[in-house]
């Protein structure tokens, strides 16, 4: 496994954008699962698109621990310009949703150690109908330079697919042509496959730091399973092109939200972990369960996802509801291993393996701890029975240590 990825990724085969970013997944905030399109400021001002909604999630970011535990950018998404460019053809953000001014925003968030996203479109117009970037692409990379913003997602909306190698590239080269780093979130590869053309993913991790390759998320299980799903089949080779520099986007966490048990919180989280995803939380931070907020600052869990070798995990079999994935850490000869139960019959499910069945067949046995509690679980030759019960729609995510 590890050759193989030294192959795709150390020795250069496939060479990642050279801005410096997202040598591990991004961590931080993105609105759009929670916050959406939402104008209302009249009756609802601490919701609304506006600079409040991203200033006071970057005060809970500080003030509880997040951005010390790596969430860092602050990400605004659709729906914060105006409706027109200014005299110049640039863009303005809403005057009334953001009086201060963009510049002002990011440099709110750097006084305060974050980092400021903003999003854009590929095509005429945004998917909500604000000003796109097409025809005006160095245009906004400059301007986007000039407000010291720190990452762009570049939706695909009310634009050709076909035209999209093109596109795209050209505005990582406007990006880079500003000599800000700016870290390049496509949305490029998604768009094509919706209507079936092949990405290039070469060309995608050359110009892009993450990219998305499905469907938005949603505040459900079955959209969460779905994202497993798709990434578990596998068809584009995703884990192949993933490592420092760039990496797939499974799309939002929405851990904290409404539509998830608490140990499908966890099952995302874990998963996602797994997968090296963009830690991007889509939840109201300042209104957050305690239980939901420990599992978003796991540090074990975060390291995982965090890990150097930037990995991402595989699903190695399936059996039934059973999932079993695996993902290479950089200390030679480890592993995080998941199995995933998405039976929802109310009961656990006893799971029996072996260390030859995760993957690790080592001569000598492996030590396995589990990871959000910490808790050892065992020693364990390569032929010899563990079991675990594992809630319905649940995680069991451990990590696994060779023994020499
Ligand atoms: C622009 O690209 C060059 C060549 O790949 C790279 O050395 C440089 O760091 C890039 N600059 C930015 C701001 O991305
Ligand atoms: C910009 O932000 C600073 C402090 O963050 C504030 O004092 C200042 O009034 C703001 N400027 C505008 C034009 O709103």
């Not at 140990?263 to 997968?275: C, D, P, R, S, T």
């Not at 995990?313 to 480890?334: C, D, F, H, M, S």
Request: overall charge negative; charged content about 20%; aromatic content about 12%.
């Amino acid at each position: 496994m590890h050759q193989f990825l030294c192959l795709l990724l150390l020795c250069g085969v496939v060479h990642g954008l050279n801005n410096g970013l997202a040598r591990t997944p991004p961590m931080g905030f993105l609105s759009w699962e929670r916050f959406r399109c939402n104008l209302d400021c009249k009756t609802d001002p601490e919701n609304c698109v506006s600079e409040h909604l991203y200033k006071s999630i970057a005060d809970v970011i500080v003030a509880e621990g997040y951005r010390d535990l790596g969430y860092e950018y602050v990400n605004i998404d659709d729906c914060w310009p105006a409706e027109d460019r200014d005299s110049e053809g640039r863009l303005q953000p809403d005057p009334d949703r953001f009086p201060s001014g963009m510049k002002n925003l990011s440099q709110y968030m750097h006084s305060k150690g974050l980092k400021l996203g903003i999003y854009e479109d590929f095509g005429k117009k945004t998917c909500a109908g604000y000003p796109g970037s097409e025809f005006f692409l160095r245009t906004d990379a400059n301007t986007f330079a000039d407000w010291e913003i720190d990452l762009l997602k570049f939706d695909g909306c009310n634009s050709d697919p076909k035209d999209m190698d093109v596109g795209y590239s050209t505005m990582s080269k406007f990006l880079n042509l500003t000599t800000r780093p700016m870290l390049f979130s496509c949305e490029w590869p998604g768009y094509l496959r919706a209507v079936g053309i092949k990405p290039n993913y070469q060309a995608i991790r050359e110009n892009c730091n993450i990219w998305r390759n499905y469907n938005d998320i949603q505040d459900s299980w079955d959209s969460v399973l779905s994202i497993i799903n798709f990434y578990g089949q596998n068809k584009g080779n995703f884990a192949a092109v993933a490592g420092p520099g760039g990496f797939n986007d499974p799309d939002e966490l929405i851990v904290g939200d409404f539509g998830l048990s608490y140990y499908q919180q966890k099952a995302q989280f874990g998963m996602w972990a797994m997968l090296a995803s963009p830690l991007f939380i889509s939840a109201d931070l300042r209104n957050i369960k305690p239980e939901f907020k420990a599992i978003l600052q796991n540090k074990r869990v975060i390291a995982i996802n965090q890990d150097p070798l930037g990995a991402q995990a595989t699903r190695l079999y399936e059996a039934g509801p059973i999932q079993v994935w695996l993902k290479p850490l950089a200390v030679n000869g480890t592993y995080a291993v998941a199995i995933l139960n998405t039976d929802n019959q109310g009961m656990p499910t006893k799971v029996t393996l072996t260390p030859a069945q995760i993957g690790v067949p080592n001569p000598n046995g492996i030590n396995i701890t589990e990871t959000f509690d910490n808790v050892h679980v065992g020693a364990f030759k390569p032929g010899q029975n563990f079991t675990i019960p594992i809630n319905p729609t649940g995680i069991f995510l451990a990590s696994v240590v060779p023994l020499s």
